[in-house]
Protein backbone atom coordinates (compact mmCIF):
# COMPACT_ATOMS: atom_id res chain seq x y z
CA UNK A 1 0.00 0.00 0.00
CA UNK A 2 1.25 3.35 -0.53
CA UNK A 3 1.25 5.65 2.25
CA UNK A 4 3.25 7.98 4.68
CA UNK A 5 2.85 8.16 8.19
CA UNK A 6 4.26 10.24 10.36
CA UNK A 7 5.31 10.39 14.18
CA UNK A 8 6.80 12.21 16.62
CA UNK A 9 4.72 14.98 17.81
CA UNK A 10 3.74 15.58 21.51
CA UNK A 11 3.98 18.58 23.65
CA UNK A 12 7.05 20.70 23.76
CA UNK A 13 7.95 24.01 25.95
CA UNK A 14 8.96 27.23 24.64
CA UNK A 15 12.07 27.36 23.14
CA UNK A 16 12.33 23.19 22.96
CA UNK A 17 13.37 20.77 20.04
CA UNK A 18 11.12 18.49 18.68
CA UNK A 19 12.11 15.48 15.53
CA UNK A 20 9.75 14.61 13.39
CA UNK A 21 9.36 11.62 11.29
CA UNK A 22 7.45 10.50 8.06
CA UNK A 23 7.42 6.79 7.42
CA UNK A 24 6.79 6.06 3.58
CA UNK A 25 6.38 2.62 1.68
CA UNK A 26 4.71 1.41 -1.48
CA UNK A 27 7.09 3.75 -3.54
CA UNK A 28 10.62 4.44 -4.44
CA UNK A 29 11.04 7.17 -1.49
CA UNK A 30 14.31 8.46 -2.73
CA UNK A 31 13.23 9.39 -6.31
CA UNK A 32 10.63 11.87 -4.94
CA UNK A 33 10.41 15.46 -3.58
CA UNK A 34 8.62 15.47 -0.38
CA UNK A 35 7.10 18.23 1.87
CA UNK A 36 5.80 19.11 5.36
CA UNK A 37 2.83 20.92 5.85
CA UNK A 38 1.02 22.20 8.77
CA UNK A 39 -2.19 23.26 9.92
CA UNK A 40 -2.79 25.41 13.45
CA UNK A 41 -6.02 24.46 15.08
CA UNK A 42 -9.17 25.45 13.36
CA UNK A 43 -6.94 27.52 10.79
CA UNK A 44 -5.80 26.77 7.15
CA UNK A 45 -3.37 24.76 5.72
CA UNK A 46 0.73 26.65 5.46
CA UNK A 47 3.44 24.88 3.67
CA UNK A 48 6.92 24.61 5.98
CA UNK A 49 9.60 22.41 4.08
CA UNK A 50 10.92 20.68 1.14
CA UNK A 51 13.62 18.73 0.36
CA UNK A 52 14.21 17.06 -3.80
CA UNK A 53 14.25 13.34 -4.41
CA UNK A 54 16.92 12.06 -7.02
CA UNK A 55 15.24 13.09 -9.17
CA UNK A 56 13.18 15.79 -8.31
CA UNK A 57 13.08 19.04 -8.24
CA UNK A 58 16.33 20.75 -8.64
CA UNK A 59 16.93 17.43 -10.95
CA UNK A 60 19.25 16.04 -7.90
CA UNK A 61 18.46 14.85 -4.35
CA UNK A 62 18.89 16.71 -0.55
CA UNK A 63 18.23 20.56 -2.08
CA UNK A 64 15.93 21.76 1.06
CA UNK A 65 13.55 24.95 1.03
CA UNK A 66 11.73 26.46 4.16
CA UNK A 67 8.82 28.83 4.86
CA UNK A 68 10.08 32.70 6.08
CA UNK A 69 8.58 31.34 9.21
CA UNK A 70 10.61 28.15 9.86
CA UNK A 71 13.91 29.40 8.11
CA UNK A 72 16.81 28.91 10.72
CA UNK A 73 14.74 27.22 13.34
CA UNK A 74 13.53 23.81 11.63
CA UNK A 75 15.81 21.30 9.37
CA UNK A 76 14.08 19.02 6.92
CA UNK A 77 16.18 15.94 6.13
CA UNK A 78 16.02 12.17 4.55
CA UNK A 79 17.23 8.75 4.84
CA UNK A 80 16.68 6.92 1.73
CA UNK A 81 17.93 3.54 2.90
CA UNK A 82 14.90 3.64 5.35
CA UNK A 83 12.59 5.53 3.45
CA UNK A 84 11.87 8.15 5.82
CA UNK A 85 11.70 12.01 5.99
CA UNK A 86 12.26 14.50 9.06
CA UNK A 87 11.62 17.91 10.41
CA UNK A 88 14.08 18.35 13.15
CA UNK A 89 12.42 21.65 14.67
CA UNK A 90 14.45 23.74 17.69
CA UNK A 91 13.67 26.76 19.25
CA UNK A 92 9.94 25.92 19.04
CA UNK A 93 7.35 29.07 19.36
CA UNK A 94 3.68 28.56 20.59
CA UNK A 95 3.10 29.80 16.94
CA UNK A 96 4.19 26.75 15.65
CA UNK A 97 1.65 24.41 17.46
CA UNK A 98 0.07 22.43 15.10
CA UNK A 99 -0.73 19.41 13.02
CA UNK A 100 2.13 18.59 10.98
CA UNK A 101 1.97 16.90 7.41
CA UNK A 102 3.75 14.79 5.55
CA UNK A 103 3.29 14.99 1.42
CA UNK A 104 4.88 13.73 -1.36
CA UNK A 105 5.14 15.59 -4.48
CA UNK A 106 4.35 14.57 -7.86
CA UNK A 107 4.87 16.11 -11.62
CA UNK A 108 2.50 15.56 -14.38
CA UNK A 109 3.47 14.18 -17.84
CA UNK A 110 2.57 18.08 -19.01
CA UNK A 111 5.19 19.58 -16.07
CA UNK A 112 2.62 20.38 -13.61
CA UNK A 113 3.58 19.64 -9.71
CA UNK A 114 1.32 18.70 -6.97
CA UNK A 115 1.12 16.45 -3.53
CA UNK A 116 -0.39 13.22 -4.65
CA UNK A 117 -0.31 11.68 -1.10
CA UNK A 118 -0.30 12.53 1.90
CA UNK A 119 -0.07 11.33 5.36
CA UNK A 120 -3.02 11.68 8.36
CA UNK A 121 -0.21 14.28 10.37
CA UNK A 122 0.96 14.40 14.06
CA UNK A 123 0.21 16.71 16.19
CA UNK A 124 2.66 19.27 17.89
CA UNK A 125 1.82 21.44 20.85
CA UNK A 126 4.07 24.34 22.21
CA UNK A 127 3.06 24.78 25.71
CA UNK A 128 4.47 25.68 29.26
CA UNK B 1 5.84 35.32 -2.07
CA UNK B 2 2.58 34.47 -4.05
CA UNK B 3 -0.35 34.92 -2.05
CA UNK B 4 -3.28 33.15 -2.95
CA UNK B 5 -6.59 34.51 -2.22
CA UNK B 6 -9.51 32.50 -1.86
CA UNK B 7 -13.79 33.60 -2.33
CA UNK B 8 -15.44 33.35 -0.63
CA UNK B 9 -14.85 31.87 2.71
CA UNK B 10 -18.04 30.43 2.92
CA UNK B 11 -20.21 28.79 0.57
CA UNK B 12 -23.59 27.81 1.70
CA UNK B 13 -25.20 25.75 -1.30
CA UNK B 14 -28.14 22.98 -1.29
CA UNK B 15 -26.84 19.00 -2.19
CA UNK B 16 -27.84 18.73 -5.74
CA UNK B 17 -27.19 22.52 -6.63
CA UNK B 18 -23.98 23.90 -8.73
CA UNK B 19 -20.94 24.98 -6.13
CA UNK B 20 -18.34 27.70 -7.38
CA UNK B 21 -15.35 28.29 -5.97
CA UNK B 22 -12.68 30.56 -6.95
CA UNK B 23 -8.93 31.10 -6.17
CA UNK B 24 -7.05 34.38 -7.48
CA UNK B 25 -3.35 34.28 -7.52
CA UNK B 26 -1.14 37.57 -6.72
CA UNK B 27 0.70 37.03 -10.04
CA UNK B 28 0.67 34.36 -12.84
CA UNK B 29 1.18 30.88 -12.05
CA UNK B 30 -0.02 29.62 -15.36
CA UNK B 31 -1.53 26.25 -14.62
CA UNK B 32 0.30 25.33 -12.09
CA UNK B 33 -2.70 25.09 -9.66
CA UNK B 34 -4.13 22.23 -7.63
CA UNK B 35 -7.08 21.79 -5.64
CA UNK B 36 -7.43 20.01 -2.40
CA UNK B 37 -10.69 18.52 -0.21
CA UNK B 38 -10.45 18.65 3.87
CA UNK B 39 -12.95 17.15 5.57
CA UNK B 40 -12.20 17.65 9.47
CA UNK B 41 -10.01 15.38 11.08
CA UNK B 42 -8.46 14.33 8.09
CA UNK B 43 -5.69 15.09 5.72
CA UNK B 44 -6.29 17.35 2.75
CA UNK B 45 -7.36 15.16 -0.46
CA UNK B 46 -6.16 16.05 -3.98
CA UNK B 47 -8.89 16.93 -6.29
CA UNK B 48 -7.64 18.82 -9.24
CA UNK B 49 -3.81 19.19 -10.64
CA UNK B 50 -2.61 21.55 -13.86
CA UNK B 51 -5.57 23.80 -12.63
CA UNK B 52 -8.03 21.42 -14.77
CA UNK B 53 -6.61 18.22 -14.67
CA UNK B 54 -8.86 15.47 -11.98
CA UNK B 55 -6.96 13.35 -9.73
CA UNK B 56 -7.24 9.52 -10.17
CA UNK B 57 -10.56 8.58 -8.92
CA UNK B 58 -12.26 11.57 -8.55
CA UNK B 59 -15.80 12.44 -10.07
CA UNK B 60 -16.59 13.71 -13.01
CA UNK B 61 -18.64 16.53 -10.90
CA UNK B 62 -15.69 18.16 -9.52
CA UNK B 63 -14.27 20.70 -12.45
CA UNK B 64 -11.62 23.13 -12.70
CA UNK B 65 -10.80 26.36 -14.80
CA UNK B 66 -8.26 28.84 -15.42
CA UNK B 67 -4.56 29.86 -15.85
CA UNK B 68 -2.78 32.62 -14.72
CA UNK B 69 -4.22 34.61 -12.12
CA UNK B 70 -8.02 33.36 -12.07
CA UNK B 71 -9.22 29.85 -11.02
CA UNK B 72 -12.28 28.10 -10.64
CA UNK B 73 -13.23 24.80 -8.72
CA UNK B 74 -16.66 23.49 -9.64
CA UNK B 75 -18.90 20.72 -8.58
CA UNK B 76 -21.69 20.26 -10.79
CA UNK B 77 -24.14 18.53 -8.63
CA UNK B 78 -23.50 18.82 -5.07
CA UNK B 79 -23.82 15.36 -3.16
CA UNK B 80 -23.72 14.86 1.11
CA UNK B 81 -19.98 14.22 0.75
CA UNK B 82 -19.18 17.38 -0.88
CA UNK B 83 -19.66 19.29 2.41
CA UNK B 84 -15.82 20.44 3.27
CA UNK B 85 -13.21 23.10 3.16
CA UNK B 86 -11.36 23.20 -0.35
CA UNK B 87 -7.88 24.59 -0.50
CA UNK B 88 -6.09 25.88 -3.90
CA UNK B 89 -2.40 25.73 -3.92
CA UNK B 90 0.37 27.25 -6.34
CA UNK B 91 3.73 25.60 -7.93
CA UNK B 92 4.65 28.07 -10.21
CA UNK B 93 7.04 29.98 -8.22
CA UNK B 94 8.44 28.54 -4.91
CA UNK B 95 9.49 28.08 -2.35
CA UNK B 96 7.13 28.42 -0.39
CA UNK B 97 4.26 26.14 -2.35
CA UNK B 98 1.42 28.95 -1.07
CA UNK B 99 -2.25 27.83 -0.27
CA UNK B 100 -5.08 29.89 -0.47
CA UNK B 101 -6.97 30.66 3.65
CA UNK B 102 -9.57 27.70 2.22
CA UNK B 103 -13.41 27.88 1.37
CA UNK B 104 -15.77 26.02 3.67
CA UNK B 105 -18.75 24.75 1.55
CA UNK B 106 -21.68 24.33 3.91
CA UNK B 107 -25.31 22.93 3.94
CA UNK B 108 -27.88 25.34 2.89
Known amino acids: EVQVVESGGGLVQPGGSLRLSCAAS????????MSWVRQAPGKGLEWVSG??????????????YYADSVKGRFTISRDNSKNTLYLQMNSMRADDTAVYYC???????????????WGRGTLVTVSS | EIVMTQSPATLSVSPGERATLSCRAS??????LAWYQQKPGQAPRLLIY???TRATGIPARFSGSGSGTEFTLTISSLQSDDFAVYYC??????????FGQGTKLEIK
Open chain 1, 26 to 33: GFTFSGYA
Open chain 1, 51 to 64: ISGSGGISGSGGST
Open chain 2, 50 to 52: GAS
Open chain 1, 103 to 117: AKYARAVAGNWYFDL
Open chain 2, 89 to 98: QQFNNWPPNT
Open chain 2, 27 to 32: QSVSSD
